[in-house]
């Protein structure tokens, strides 16, 4: 998989895009098995499935891949998906060679702390301790973000989350603004960062509902043979499917 911002830069990992994608290719050949459709594009056949995009029908797994980063989707219904990826490392940020390193949060001008969080891209998390101020204007949450992008801590920028906690629902009121794309509805990664920075600030082992402007992602946790994992779920609509020829345009697979 490959994912491209709205400034035409390229993204390390998209979590939103992994469940588009999963929820889509199940669909595809779930149809394909009842249908002789000629319509169907070769890349979607079950004998020309890739590896990073083979489904096990029989658990409704699908696995996809975006340059080294592998990344699990379980269908828990036609268009809800579960991802489950690695537990997200708060407090830590990748430098410009690639390597990921511990740090600490950064103060801000208001005195609210950025934590640093690397779920699969870096992400900043920020948590209101006055949700009454929730929620924040979009301009405040792009002087917020740009006041980041500079940080030295980030040399390829961050994603920002700004959220308000409430310990007793177990909800996240979240505002997302993202490297390359700027204010957003909403962010699978940044569910995830927000979700571990939760779950390290208040030592809680319960389900986190992220309340974000387009909707609501369940984050939660699991441990398979010693590993530990962070699940996000949530609905993946089906809006439209159209056709992108790829030889009309330099393309880079790297």
């Known amino acids: ?22 929820a889509y290719i199940s669909k595809k050949i779930k149809s394909i098995g009842k249908s002789s459709s000629t319509d169907t594009p070769p890349s979607f056949q079950k004998n020309s499935l890739k590896k990073e995009q083979t489904i096990k029908e029989e658990a409704n797994i ?9 990344v699990e989707c379980k269908i828990l219904d036609p268009w809800i998906v579960d991802v489950r990826q690695p537990f997200p ?11 990921i390193k511990p740090c600490e949060s950064i103060e801000l001008e208001n ?3 950025a934590i640093p969080v690397f779920a699969l891209n870096q992400h900043a998390v920020v948590m209101n301790k006055r949700p009454e101020n929730r929620p924040i204007s979009e301009q405040r949450l792009e002087e917020i973000a740009q006041s980041l992008q500079c940080h030295q801590m980030f040399p390829e920028g961050t994603n920002v989350s700004i959220t308000s906690f409430d310990s007793k629902n177990c909800l996240a009121m979240t505002e997302v603004w993202e490297r390359g794309v700027g204010a957003t509805s909403a962010c699978g990664s940044a ?7 939760i779950f390290d600030i208040y030592k809680i082992s319960s389900q986190v509902n992220i309340v974000m402007p387009g909707g ?31 030889n ?5 697979s790297k």
């Open 89 to 99: 490392m708060v407090r830590h940020a990748i430098t410009k060679e690639g390597i």
């Open 248 to 252: 009309y345009y330099k393309y880079d």
């Open 191 to 197: 569910a995830c960062a927000v979700g571990a920075s």
């Open 62 to 70: 699908v696995s996809i891949v975006s340059g080294t980063i592998q």
């Open 216 to 246: 609501q992602i369940q984050v939660n946790r699991s441990t398979h043979n010693g590993a530990i994992f962070i699940h996000h779920s949530s609905r993946a609509e089906f809006v439209f499917q159209g056709e992108f020829v790829l």
């Open 1 to 22: 998989m490959h994912v491209w911002n709205n400034d035409g830069s390229k993204a390390r990992f998209c979590g939103n895009g992994a469940r588009c994608a999963a």
């Open 111 to 113: 005195g609210a702390l």
